[in-house]
């Protein structure tokens, strides 16, 4: 068991850590996945793919998600605190909430391509009722999580 769902960001923090991360100076690649009741999606920043075009997949994604599902909890993921890896906080998430209706479950890696000092890794839990986020937030937020055996 661990800890998976601990650091909390507000919305607009993570819109600000995206916008600065994706027009700064600094080269990342980037990885966003997306799993729902309808399946999973991914994106990967490639090679010949411009930051203002990714930013945009990036943007429309996360627009379709909120028109679904508009209550929100963001999870920052670090590698200096030692937080378990964003594919284990994605999995659980999504595990854990199958009693939920329209949970979205979106992680978004920016990994710097130099070192990882301005790496960013964002975990996105969306909800389609207030009061579900609410009750995640309650069973869930730094509480130890079972395994999924």
């Not at 068991?1 to 100076?25: H, V």
């Not at 945009?56 to 998600?65: C, F």
């Not at 670090?78 to 479950?105: C, K, L, M, Q």
């Not at 990882?116 to 207030?130: A, G, M, P």
Request: hydrophobic letters at 40%.
């Amino acid at each position: 068991m661990a800890i998976l769902f601990k650091t909390a960001i507000s919305e607009n923090s993570a819109f600000e850590m995206i916008e600065r991360a994706l027009s700064g100076a600094h080269q990342y690649d980037g990885y966003l996945n997306v799993v729902s009741d309808a399946g999973e999606t991914a994106l990967s920043w490639g090679p010949a793919m411009h930051a203002e075009e990714f930013k945009a997949e990036v943007s429309e994604i996360l627009r379709k998600t909120w028109d679904a599902a508009r209550f929100w909890i963001i999870y920052e993921r670090r590698e200096d605190r030692r937080d378990p890896e964003a594919t284990d906080i994605r999995n659980a998430a999504f595990r854990i909430t199958r009693g939920y209706s329209g949970v979205i479950v979106i992680t978004l890696s920016l990994l710097g391509k130099r070192d990882s000092d301005n790496d960013i890794e964002l975990v996105f839990v969306c909800f389609e009722q207030d009061f579900h986020r609410r009750n995640f937030r309650v069973r869930y937020e730094g509480k130890f999580v079972p395994d999924d055996n």
